[in-house]
């Protein structure tokens, strides 16, 4: 059985709670619960028994992600179901050495099915909310509504994502 | 959505200087009462068996810490029933509770973070369920609401012309969105479109694109009534055009009023109500007294915890009409002028079908998610660190120091005893705590190691027994509906149904709109009406409101599709 993709849902914090978590499964600090201060801004210690240790199976990978108070949806377009960790869904979590450059392609039915729904009347090209936080606006009618603007962004953001991967 | 008072919580702890706690709110907070009466000190909620003080810094962060942990679990439970659809109540109903919630409570300042300052707190919405909500103090008062007219009086509400799509800057499509105004320039709008302004009466009607919508619904069927009224010629000139006008108004806006009660008592009630409860409100049941001195209060129990169980009914995605995709609750929320001005006025896709919204079919329609301790969203924070809407309505029903479960129940064993006896939770004799032991179980069971919550999040035994023996009551409100024997999370549970049913028919028994006559339904009550309207001792024999017989259906019922239909029927003619 496929599932639809997987994101973190576009809530005040998630995005950022998405990325402590993967922080700390990378370096083994615990940003999770790491309060960001300008005379702290990062974690510096590696616990002995990290709260978050790299998952292992995909249901201990949602697991953690609920501990961290991060919010996992599939994006059928529909229901946008929460993930509860239940579903059997593989998993693989990979690490890049340093001397590898690694590019993760997006699935070819994932990419056709974000352009079938961006085409459908209404439909927005959504942006994490912490673009609003950081420009102070959110995404620009003028930029993002005819379906020429939602093609050229959609490219904009695969191409994002794929390259600035930190691998 | 989040929040029925006017201030953030978190802005509102931030901003405001220390004052001491209120020892009754009851006496200090205008326009709000606690349920019954106001509790003795040892009969309000309690933490860990001491009274729960809001002012205290330490229990207020034992409090947020404990609240925030069970409105994890909630958000997070896997219980199977959250994706189940709710064939009982159509989303339609989630936002016409929204809508009669504010159009009971209009309060101050937002109690959640509130650190028991409630100085300040008070409800401003006095005359309840009379669609203060819709037209504010009238169009003197609140004239941005009315549309202009050439007469002075302003007797119809506004709508506001919608877009065909995100490109179209003039505003082509059909009057379907509320009004949106603008202080922007000529040249300001040409370079950058926004409206900011949302023109209703109560600001908290454009808090997302579904309430919005289904304000406009409420402005049509006035208008409606209005033109009706007006083609038919049936209220004589009187050489007075804003007399005239205003007569108008009065006619059309209580007509409105009495449908719209109708639509409460009648379709909504029974829908949410446990069958008993709603059959002995109907009957014999008697509510207590919610008016001080013909002055509404709103009782804290039911406006800051019972009455929060719509929001266990929020769906993560609606679809606003057929031709457009489903929106997240996230973007929905942020369709607004406030949030978006430069993306309203609403575009067509944006355009609510009612068909979907109070349809029972899963398959057709948006079904609400079933009432229980879980959620499919956690609708985020509105403010950093003010937590999810979910912990916020925990701590906001402990803040205002409410009854505790518990000597509730106790209380309304004498007066409820017979309703209460028909639940598995809450049959016992006085004292006993009877949902404690399930409450323990079910907390105990979602914190298997292979559920999945996390350490940091996990309750403790001391806590669970906290929770289970003083629930705070958003929580019983959900649990008692979804778990309770006989409900499934298709209604409130027998205690949360007590409440809401004697608060709500409190309102209509004790605040008549119609002199105290008998009426048999709402027919009844606009021929009644129309008497009152008319003037002149010959025209009393009319009724100027029969146009209106086919706002309910054939066997005389009404409802929010009745409704929806015969605004379809006589806005867009065949």
């Not at chain 1, 869904?89 to 990979?94: D, E, L, R, S």
């Not at chain 2, 007006?230 to 205003?246: C, E, I, K, M, V």
């Not at chain 2, 207590?288 to 009455?307: I, Y």
């Not at chain 2, 409190?506 to 709109?513: I, P």
């Amino acid at each position: 059985m496929t599932f639809p993709r997987i994101n973190v849902k576009n809530t005040l914090g998630n995005h950022e709670r998405w990325g402590k978590l993967v922080k700390t499964w990378s370096t083994g600090k615990n940003y999770v619960r790491h309060v960001i201060t300008n005379d702290a801004p990062f974690p510096i210690t590696v616990a002995a028994d990290p709260e978050f240790p790299r998952p292992g199976s995909f249901r201990e990978f949602v697991a953690q992600a609920q501990a961290a108070g991060v919010e996992l949806f599939f994006v059928d377009g529909v229901d946008n179901p929460d993930v509860t960790g239940r579903e059997d869904i593989g998993f693989q979590m990979i690490e890049v050495s340093p001397g590898t450059h690694c590019v993760k392609l997006p699935p070819k039915d994932k990419i056709e099915e974000s352009e079938a729904r961006l085409q459908l009347p209404g439909a927005v090209y959504g942006l994490p909310d912490f673009y609003r936080r950081i420009h102070g606006t959110l995404p620009l009618p003028e930029q993002t509504s005819s379906q020429s603007q939602k093609a050229a962004l959609h490219a904009e953001r695969v191409g994002e994502y794929t390259i600035n991967t930190c691998g | 959505m989040a929040s029925h008072g006017a201030i953030s919580s978190a802005r509102f702890r931030k901003t405001t200087n220390y004052q001491p706690p209120s020892k009754d709110l009851s006496e200090d907070s205008g326009g709000f009462c606690h349920f019954i009466s106001t509790p003795a000190d040892e009969q309000r909620f309690t933490l860990d068996g001491v009274r729960f003080d809001p002012s205290d810094p330490a229990q207020w962060e034992q409090a947020e810490k404990l609240m925030e942990k069970l409105a994890h679990l909630i958000r997070f439970n896997p219980d199977k029933n959250k994706e189940k659809p709710n064939l009982n109540l159509p989303s339609g109903y989630t936002y016409f509770l929204q809508i009669v919630a504010h159009d009971l409570v209009h309060s101050t300042i937002s109690t959640s973070l509130g650190e028991g300052r409630t100085s300040g707190l008070s409800n401003v919405r006095q005359i309840p369920l009379r669609l203060e909500t819709v037209y504010g103090g009238g169009p003197t008062e609140c004239p941005h609401a009315y549309e202009a007219s050439e007469i002075a009086f302003r007797s119809k509400l506004r709508l506001g012309k919608s877009r065909i799509d995100a490109t179209d800057q003039n505003h082509q499509g059909p009057k379907k969105d509320i009004a949106r105004g603008t202080t922007s320039t000529a040249s300001e709008l040409a370079e950058k479109n926004s409206y900011a302004e949302a023109l209703i009466a109560d600001p908290r009607n454009d808090s997302h694109a579904i309430i919005s919508q289904m304000l406009v619904l409420f402005h049509e069927l006035h208008n409606c009534i209005l033109n009706e009224l007006a083609r038919s010629g049936s209220l004589h000139p009187t050489g007075n055009s804003y007399a005239d006008a205003q007569r108008l108004f009065l006619a059309a806006r209580t007509a409105c009023i009495l449908i719209y009660r109708n639509l409460i008592r009648r379709d909504l009630l029974p829908r949410i109500l446990h069958g008993d409860v709603w059959e002995a409100y109907e009957t014999e049941q008697k509510p207590f007294r919610s008016f001080v001195k013909g002055e509404w209060r709103a009782p804290l129990e039911f406006t800051n915890g019972f009455f929060r169980f719509g929001h266990s009914m929020i769906r993560q995605t609606y679809r606003f009409n057929a031709r457009a995709p489903a929106f997240d609750i996230e973007q929905i929320l942020d369709r607004t002028s406030d949030k978006s001005p430069s993306d309203v006025p609403l575009e067509a896709a944006w355009l609510v079908d009612w068909d979907l919204f109070f349809s029972s079919d899963p398959d057709a329609g948006n079904v609400s998610t079933r009432i229980g301790p879980w959620s499919q969203v956690g609708i985020g924070e509105e403010v950093p660190g003010e937590g999810n809407l979910i912990a916020r309505d925990l701590l906001s029903s402990i803040a205002i120091q409410p009854w505790s479960v518990g000597h509730l129940v106790d209380s309304l064993r004498e007066t409820h005893g017979r309703l209460l006896e028909k639940s598995e939770f809450l049959r016992g004799p006085r004292g006993s705590r009877p949902w404690a032991g399930p409450i323990a179980a079910w907390l105990t069971e979602r914190l298997r190691p292979e559920e999945t919550f996390g350490e940091d999040n996990r309750l403790s035994s001391e806590e669970i027994k906290t929770l289970a023996h003083d629930p705070p009551i958003p929580f019983f409100v959900r649990f008692e509906a979804g778990l309770d024997s006989g409900n499934n999370g298709e209604r409130l549970g027998i205690l949360g149904s007590i409440v809401v049913a004697d608060v709500i028919y409190g309102v209509l028994r004790h605040d008549r709109l119609l002199p105290d006559v008998a009426v048999d339904g709402l027919q009844s009550e606009l021929a009644f009406l129309s008497a009152a309207t008319l003037v002149d001792a010959e025209d009393r024999g009319r009724n100027i409101f029969a146009f209106l017989a086919d706002i309910e259906d054939r066997e005389r019922r009404i409802s929010m599709r009745t409704v929806r239909q015969f605004l379809h029927s006589h806005i867009n003619p065949a």
